[in-house]
């Protein structure tokens, strides 16, 4: 229960529509706790406004508030 309850998640939108969002959790439990996992999504209809940017800054700093010392992205589609 831990696993699920150490996820963030964050969402950006305008006039009600999700425009991006990423979900930050640990890799791992156990030994590899120190390592982040983060997921990306951004809507077709916000492509070239730096969403997807803004989302990976805001979870680097997220995961350093966390105690995350590594940060590993597995796709970014």
Known sequence: MDFFN?????GVAFDGEI??????????VGRCSHIANASYAV??????????????LDSIEKAKELDFLILQFNAVV
Do not use: C, E
């Open 6 to 10: 150490s996820q963030s998640h964050v």
């Open 19 to 28: 425009l991006g969002l990423y979900i930050l959790h640990p890799n791992n």
């Open 43 to 56: 809507s077709s209809k916000a492509r070239g406004k730096h969403i997807g940017q803004k989302l990976v």
